[in-house]
């Protein structure tokens, strides 16, 4: 609520230019008012999956203290639990299984992204840190997301504790998003950097991170079940915070406690999609040509309990909730959002301006041919379970403002060296979309918001933006097409209305995707 309140003072330092005084500085407090309402919401999202509560839920002792209950499962408890974790939320889920099993945990080891302690640190989360005696030792890697010697270190620390398990012990491993750069320890002869390379050029084409996924589990020792298998004979239960549409454990962080079920086939064909094959390195082609034939056998997980503990779902019937509070008819539109961002942004725009048919039927609005239009991007948008149906007849009943809320993450496929994110990214292409519908009647905002805090490498989690935000780029000369083509939406908000529009929560400790707010209130 705190940062929500930011909201009213930060628009007011904005620069106003002399077009917004003519004509709109009801508009201007409108928008204030919906923005503040948009970071609620966000807030509500994140706070609902927060590390230390969603562990407190998974997890309990039974009253002797000796068993350890895992949804339907118990674990007899004697001083030999171990935990590991990788990835941007296991701080805090680390911290609250370190307090729930005192004296019983022996020892764990951590990866997490460089910089999140100290920033957890600063924010005062002290929820979010380990104690200062704690048996849990801390490895900082993988800058802006990608593998480093760092990130190895703390792989090969996480492989020997896995390594020096027996039959008596149970090991925890604590698994969220970012987890995959976070565990890099490739299948010699491939090396840190040649991984690295081949990671940053699959994302770069606009991999999927399915297919990012497969590639990584093709060439680790740890990814794709590896860490199951060095555990064994230990009993394993991983508890995964979802940060992929679907929730899909054997993708998720690359499902090291999964055994994983592609081939060198599956590994083969998606590098011919995005046309890497060529260019392997030999020692890539080399780890490819032995994996059918791997001589430790196929990696086995009957030793293993992977359990999704939080997930976008979670986070978003939580806004959901806050929106309806707030008067809003709210409507959930999924929580598997994927496909290009630019398709993604239409759907978006296009929707806002059928909903203004819908919400205000006195006034022209959308033809039968632009509802058709709609459909048809969410047909090729594929989402799967897509409520567009409940969100338009709740529009067509009148009663009043609504809230869309969605989560996921659409794909961007980066062209220009400018900085952004996906969440920017797509507010802006909303922005520019939302310009060519005329939409007088009713108020829209639009915001999309990382979970994690943290949209790509940039220091904002994301951005909001409403109709008026072509007229409010072109009084500060800032041409939206020209930053769109350079992949540059964190320069373009950052300019605009000094910074106004971006989404700052500093980093949150969770990571469950993005979240995407589309209010539509009848003027
Ligand atoms: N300049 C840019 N403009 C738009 N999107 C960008 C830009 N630079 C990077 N991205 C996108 O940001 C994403 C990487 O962001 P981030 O580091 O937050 O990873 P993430 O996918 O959220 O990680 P994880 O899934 O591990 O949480 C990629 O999808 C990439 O396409
Ligand atoms: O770490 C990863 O692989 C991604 O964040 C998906 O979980």
Known sequence: MAAALQVLPRLARAPLHPLLWRGSVARLASSMALAEQAWQLFESAVGAVLPGPMLHRALSLDPSGRQLKVRDRSFQLRQNVYLVGFGKAVMGMAAAAEELLGQHLVQGVISIPKGIRAAMERAGKQEMLLKPHSRVQVFEGAEDNLPDRDALRAALAIRQLAEGLTADDLLLVLISGGG??????????????????????????????????????????????????????????????????????????????????????????????????????????????RADSDPHGPRTCGHVLNVIIGSNVLALAEAQRQAEALGYQAVVLSAAMQGDVKSMAQFYGLLAHVARTRLTPSTAGASVEEDAQLHELAAELQIPDLQLEEALETMAQGRGP????????????????????????????????????????????????????????????GAWVTPELASQAAAEGLDMATFLAHNDSHTFFCRLQGGAHLLHTGMTGTNVMDTHLLFLRPR
Do not use: M
Request: aromatic share 2%.
């Open 180 to 289: 995959s750069a976070l565990l890099p320890a490739p299948i010699p002869p491939v090396t840190l950097e040649e991984k690295q390379t081949l990671t940053r050029l699959l994302a770069a084409h606009g991999a999927t991170i399915q297919e990012l996924n497969t590639i990584r589990k093709a060439l680790s020792q740890l990814k794709g079940g590896g860490l199951a298998q060095a555990a064994y004979p230990a009993q394993v239960v991983s508890l995964i915070l979802s940060d992929v549409v679907g929730d899909p454990v054997e993708v998720i962080a690359s499902g090291p406690t999964v055994a994983s079920s592609h081939s060198v086939q599956d590994c083969l064909h998606i590098l011919n999609r995005y046309g890497l094959r060529a260019a392997l390195p030999r020692s890539v082609k080399t780890v490819l040509s």
């Open 402 to 461: 609504v809230c869309l809320l969605a989560g996921g993450e659409p794909t961007v496929q980066l062209q220009g060296s400018g900085r952004g994110g996906r969440n920017q990214e797509l507010a802006l292409r909303v922005g520019a979309e939302l310009r060519r519908w005329p939409l007088g009647q009713i108020d829209v905002l639009f915001l999309s918001g990382g979970t994690d805090g943290q949209d790509g490498p940039t220091e904002a989690a």
